[in-house]
């Protein structure tokens, strides 16, 4: 999403974040959706990893990384978004897990609202 020269930094942060939530919500629901598959392992998102990473200035993307020479092209990116955990699917971890992923990515919808209502009262000159 291009948002010209209204954003700040914290936009561009919220705008990432949302993305890196929906991303992580697909994952989750790939884990349930793999639970009884044989030699499945979970998968997992290290928020903190790439939050440090976005701030050294790394403009972390979620993307496809290409597995097999057969698939459409994708990106490998320097540091994977997406992790191997080598554990088990556990369906009341993955509920949890889902859960706090809504709860954080409702958290950053809320706080780009906020910043934009903001930007809505200097346009029209509510700031008092």
Partial sequence: MSWGGFTDG???LLEKTLNW?????EIIAGNVANLDTPNYT??????QNILESYSRGNLMEVSLTQTNPGHL????PSQ???QETSEDVDLDQ???RMSENQ????ASVQMLIKKLDNLRAVINGDVK
């Fill in 80 to 82: 994977a978004l997406v």
């Fill in 10 to 12: 914290a936009m561009r």
């Fill in 21 to 25: 939530r929906a991303r992580n919500q």
């Fill in 42 to 47: 979970r998968k997992e998102m290290d928020f």
């Fill in 103 to 106: 709860i954080s990515y409702n």
């Fill in 94 to 96: 993955e509920i949890v």
């Fill in 73 to 76: 092209g994708g990106s490998n």
